[in-house]
């Protein structure tokens, strides 16, 4: 694992999106894994800007989104479909039929998180997984105790996500108790994980997760365990690390973060 500490939010989403930009350059068939939540509105907003001024290709990338709401249908714009397609897919070149979401309003859910998985193995895995973590530790909506090695299913929510997320819906109590879920496992057979925290009210919850030790109660522990996780954060969501001299030494001299530097 590797921290890169940046001076502000909008620096740390800029790495995040120039890094993403580079792997779509690189590879036009590209699996991007992608995410939700406040914190991925400024990357998806920059990549937009990078389609529109300096024509970044989508049209063949193909994409797989960690979670999506139970009972919620994908035109409600409390959905995470919704998310995507106004944040992301509506304002850049790629073919919808390429952009995947758990449907969370499925009959059969266990059916649906089978097909999803089953459907990633078919596009060969996900090259890139981007990620944020929330304020219970979940990566996805993999909540405490869920298995270091499980795969897309249903999972119940924690009071701590209910409290945080549920602003966003209207009225707030709306907001699903439930939701469908890569699982802790899928997510680590991403070839590259690339993870953005911000702001200070993550501070704590990011020190346990990158410097504490690995366990299910914060299913970001996990992350610990991958052999290429980038972890980007901004200086407030830094503020409780122990490890920051040698995280910057990194970003400074080795080879890798010489153009982002
Ligand atoms: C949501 C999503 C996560 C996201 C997290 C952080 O619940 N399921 O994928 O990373 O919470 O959200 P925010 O960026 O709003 O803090």
Request: proline share 5%.
């Amino acid at each position: 694992m590797e921290v890169i500490i940046r001076p502000d939010t909008n620096a740390a989403c800029e790495l995040v999106s120039a890094l993403i930009a580079q792997e779509v350059r690189k590879r036009p068939h590209l699996v991007l894994g992608l995410a939700t939540g406040r914190t991925m509105e400024n990357v998806y907003e920059r990549l937009a800007k990078c389609h529109r001024e300096e024509d970044l290709d989508f049209s063949l990338t193909r994409t797989y989104n960690l979670d999506e709401y139970i009972g919620i249908a994908p035109e409600d714009p409390n959905s995470y479909r919704f998310y995507m397609n106004k944040h992301l897919f509506n304002k850049i070149n790629i073919d919808l039929r390429n952009t995947h979401l758990p449907n969370g309003f499925a009959e059969d859910v266990d059916r649906e998180c089978e097909l999803y998985e089953e459907s990633i193995s078919r596009a060969g895995g996900i090259d890139l997984q981007l990620l944020g973590i929330g304020r219970s530790g979940h990566i996805g909506f993999n909540e405490p105790l869920s298995a270091l090695q499980s795969r897309t299913r249903a999972k119940s929510l924690t009071p701590v996500t209910i409290e945080q997320n549920s602003p966003l819906f209207d009225p707030p109590e709306s907001m699903p108790r439930r939701a469908v879920t890569m699982g802790v496992g899928t997510i680590l057979e991403a070839k590259r994980v690339i993870t953005l925290v911000t702001g200070k009210e993550k501070a704590e919850i990011l020190a346990k997760a990158v410097e504490g030790p690995v366990t299910s109660m914060i299913s970001a522990s996990a992350l610990q365990l991958h052999p290429h996780c980038t972890v980007i954060v901004d200086e407030e969501a830094a503020e409780l690390l122990q490890g920051r001299e040698y995280y910057d030494w990194i970003f400074k001299t080795e080879p890798e973060w010489e153009e982002f530097r």
